[in-house]
């Protein structure tokens, strides 16, 4: 088995804090998950997550204008440069305090930063390689308060900060003679957002109370002058003049020297002058502003508002054009794609995410995870779905593909504890602390089945038959275990004998026995066929925390609360193995902990079991960070996985920093933003969750389930971050074929002049790069291009002197070769081609190569092995594949 698992996707949250970023094209949403990212496919259905995480959560992200790069910085001030074509980190980078926003210029050269009271330039990182790919180029002061959001020119010359001390400052990029900053005031809470208008130094400004007010400069973009040199680049320019002929030495003085006063004063600086002020929050029926975009084009305004609620004007008339409640939580949030059609919105009280369409009133995407964290999972049969549940009472189901969510069943009333599917896939069952175990169909997504006991008790788990006919569950309180029919809903047994809470059911996959563990320090087994008789009793040293059979139903893997996991006979009842995970654990200290995480880790354990398909290995986690996979024969630990490395959770390091520990106590007790002085109260012992009321809350990063496909390609866990993936499966595998240092695209180009046609393409297809192929293909002569033969000799094949072709590409990169378009002229190459091989209107080509590879190409298009693993080596293709001579003829018509 292979256990080479990778980060795969990230589902079950959509947003959590940060601003949201269209793509250039609009029609893909760059979303921040915590301290990973997440796209969001809007056109095709599909959301990817991509594989790099920060130290922190997410404050910001910068997109670049041309959507190949991104600045994601977190809460601690560390930022990445993401290449968002490779899906790989380009550079590290730490601004050295917290960081508000981030934007890019529109020509893509520069980037601001507000750090503190000020805004920071820097250069752009470019084509060329750079040792440091952050340049800093100016510093500006102005504001006497933490600086919030930043907007361009459409020109790159001047950009505009907002403060939270209610002013707005607008610098220029350059050195302007006629400006280097200008603040503007005219607001009684801190500005929210502040936006430029479209090829003007016009300036809308937004407070928090709901106030907007419209600046007009009376200078346009062009009206701007660059600032004469003084000092050492005026010596530095001299010196270069007097290189120069006398004549124009004296022309470059006059030029370049200082203008007089007079000029100065006739020319003036740029000012600004207020033009309206107009409220949002006239009648006082909603909170304060949060959120706002603006689309220069359109001329649209968008504003979020603490409330839920978000309006839609357009300016500078400020004519209302919407006005709608999407949500009980502030918008977070606000963002509009380039054509001006969908405005995505981000809660992040509720962690929803939303994309509207505003002209037909419809939404694009409305997705929201769970509220509170979850805490059981299960695949389909298929392996298509993962159904999951949370202590919000909600259930949901997923799809694998897309990674969405598609169906949300909302008849708990309390937390949900198990969930299952039934054998056939289209039936789930769920268990909740209401008292209530409910089965819900997929096909018309209703609550079929209401499964209740005699007396009203909590349910801990659930389970199902392979037949899916009976249903079982098990209760916390009253210690036993419920039975009842699918098809009548009836009760059928009640099994007594347990001493303790339920805390794991399942049914053997082979035989009609059921499996219950409980914190009575016993496992016992049910046999369905004998009147539901307790067969057996296994005797644990320690209480039950989870148990499960293997696929075969020959062995019982049993997680006990001192850290060990133990295997079992089912059939002899007998003990065939253990295995100690307290040092696999590894849990942190949470900043409230009065003793070591040396200490605190004997009091965690794994809670979540699950075998692998070949039932070789065993998955576990628990109250930690890590996910462990064991392998039961050996008893040894085969690999162990960091599910998450935010240090915005609680309990991911080991040791406290020792600059938070005072003589009062540790500095994480003191709740600076809570408004009693008695500060965050300490939980009790014991206790999973904080106190949710309050303003500072850190949550405990924990696994609370586990389970692999059906297939043992990927497996899933529910943690704190969410609903977490690992694959087998590499979704963008870089596969070199032929590639060395040799091969680059000057001496393609080098080949193509030297009219060595056929190095040119065998080195353009090694390249695999997209323009470089098409130009070798259209450098070829039309009739040259006739005689291309795959072959060599051997079999008496014809092997021309210009074009042949040594070696046969992969499906994916011959299907290349086909042309499209029709031939203009005589003496025209082949033309451009397009992805898939669309055969042009004027050109007919026969592949041999095609045809041989089509097999193949079928089974990678049908998501076979191949498909990531690259071309097939040519002594590993099938015997009729083995032909040296395969012709490839491009002819007119």
């Known amino acids: 088995m292979k256990f080479a698992y990778r980060f795969s996707n990230l589902l079950g949250t959509v947003y959590r804090c940060g601003n949201l970023n ?44 041309d959507g190949r790069l991104a600045i994601i910085v977190d809460e601690g001030g560390d930022a990445l440069l993401v290449s968002l074509v ?56 102005g504001p006497y308060d933490e600086t919030t959001c930043i907007d361009w020119t459409d020109d790159s010359k001047c950009f505009v900060v907002g403060s939270k001390d209610m002013s707005t400052w607008v610098f220029g990029a350059e050195r302007w003679d006629n400006l280097i900053y200008y603040a503007l005031g005219g607001h009684r809470d801190a500005i929210v957002a502040c936006f430029f208008e479209a090829d003007s130094l016009d300036v809308y400004t937004l407070s928090q109370d709901g106030a907007l007010c419209v600046w007009q400069c009376d200078t346009p973009p062009a009206g701007l002058r660059l600032k004469a040199p003084s000092g050492w680049r005026a010596d530095l320019q001299r010196r270069e003049g007097d290189e120069d002929e006398e004549d124009n ?9 200082k203008a007089a006063p007079a000029a100065e004063e006739q020319q003036g600086k740029v000012r600004y002058s207020r033009l309206a002020k107009y409220f949002f929050n006239k009648e006082g029926d909603f909170n304060n502003l949060t959120a706002a975009a603006y689309h220069k084009k359109v001329h649209l305004l968008v504003t979020g ?20 409640s999407i949500s009980d939580q502030r918008v977070a949030s606000v963002a509009i794609n380039s054509s001006g059609d969908w405005i995505a919105f981000g809660c992040s009280g509720l962690g929803q995410l939303l994309v509207w369409e505003w002209q037909s009133e419809s939404y694009v995407l409305k997705q929201q995870g769970h509220f509170n964290s979850m805490v059981s999972l299960a695949y389909s049969p298929d392996g298509q779905y993962i159904v999951t549940g949370g202590d919000d009472g909600k259930v949901k189901v997923w799809n694998t593909l897309s990674g969405f969510c598609f169906i949300t069943f909302t008849e708990h009333s309390s937390g949900v504890t198990g969930v299952t599917f039934t054998a056939t896939g289209y039936v789930i069952v769920t268990s909740s602390m209401d008292g209530t175990v409910r089965a819900f169909d997929l096909h018309r997504y209703r609550n079929f089945r209401t499964f209740t006991s005699p007396r009203p008790t909590q349910f801990s788990c659930v389970a199902v038959d392979t037949s899916g006919e009976v249903v079982a569950a098990g209760a916390q309180d009253s210690f036993e275990i419920f039975i009842w029919s699918m098809q009548t809903g009836r009760l059928l047994d009640v099994l007594s004998g ?396």
């Open 86 to 141: 490779c899906r790989s980190v380009l550079h590290h980078f730490h601004f050295k305090g917290a960081v508000h926003s981030v934007a890019f210029s529109p020509d893509g050269r520069k980037f601001v930063v507000t750090k503190g009271n000020g805004a920071q330039l820097y250069h752009a990182p470019g084509r060329r390689r750079e040792f440091n790919a952050f340049v800093l180029d100016k510093t500006y002061f």
């Open 498 to 893: 347990h001493e303790g809470p339920i805390s794991g059911l399942c049914f053997n996959p082979t035989k009609s026995v059921l499996a219950s563990a409980s914190w009575d320090r016993t496992v016992r087994l049910w046999d369905m066929a004998d009147s539901w008789r307790t067969t057996e009793t296994l005797a644990l040293t320690s209480d039950a925390l989870a148990v499960t059979f293997r696929p075969d139903g020959a062995e019982l893997a049993v997680a006990t609360l001192n850290s060990q996991i133990t295997f079992w006979d089912p059939e002899n009842a007998v003990q065939t193995g253990s295995i100690e995970g307290r040092h696999d654990l590894k849990s942190g200290r949470k900043e409230l902990d009065k003793i070591t995480a040396k200490h605190s880790a004997k009091g965690k354990a794994f809670t979540a079991l699950c075998y692998s398909a070949d039932g070789q290995s065993v998955l576990a986690g628990g109250r930690s960070k890590f996910v462990c996979i064991y392998h039961v024969r050996e008893q040894i630990l085969r690999k162990r996985f960091e599910i998450s490395g935010n240090l915005s959770l609680d309990a991911m390091e080991e040791f406290l920093n020792r600059r938070k520990m005072t003589e009062f106590g540790n500095l994480a007790l003191i709740d600076q933003d809570a408004a009693e002085e008695a500060g965050v109260a300490i939980p009790l012992p014991g206790v999973k969750k904080g106190d949710m009321s309050s303003r500072h809350f850190k949550p405990e990063i924990r696994v609370t389930s586990l389970r692999f496909s059906p297939t043992g390609r990927c497996w899933a866990a529910t943690t704190t971050e969410g609903l977490l993936i690992y694959s087998l499966d590499a979704r963008m595998l870089f596969d070199p074929f032929e590639l060395d240092t040799s091969v680059t695209p000057a001496r393609v180009r080098a080949a193509l002049r030297q009219r060595d046609f056929t190095r040119a393409i065998l080195m353009a297809f090694r390249l695999n790069e997209r323009k470089l192929l098409q130009e070798a293909l259209e450098s070829v002569p039309w009739d040259e291009g006739e005689p291309w033969a795959w072959g060599g000799g051997g079999r008496g094949g014809r092997v021309p002197s210009r074009c042949q072709l040594a070696w046969l590409p992969p499906p994916s990169r011959g299907r290349q070769l086909l042309p499209a378009g029709p031939v203009r002229g005589e003496g025209a190459g082949v033309s451009g081609f397009v992805p898939g091989g669309v055969a042009p209107s004027g050109v007919l080509p026969r592949v041999g190569a095609e045809a041989a590879h089509g097999a193949r190409a079928e089974a990678q298009g049908q998501g076979g092995d191949a498909a990531a693993g690259g071309s097939v080596p040519p002594e590993e293709h099938p015997a009729p594949l083995r032909r040296p001579l395969q012709a490839v003829r491009l002819e007119p018509l």
């Open 305 to 324: 508002f603490a409330s839920g609620m978000f309006h839609l004007h357009e300016l500078p008339e400020f004519n209302l054009i919407h006005s709608l």
């Open 22 to 65: 269209f793509t250039c094209d609009g029609n893909s949403l760059i979303s921040p998950v915590g301290n990973r990212v997440t796209v969001f496919d809007l056109k095709n259905n599909k959301s990817d997550t991509l594989p790099l995480a920060t130290r922190y959560n997410i404050k910001c992200v910068g997109l670049s204008p």
């Open 249 to 257: 030495e004296e022309e470059e003085t006059a030029v370049r020297g």
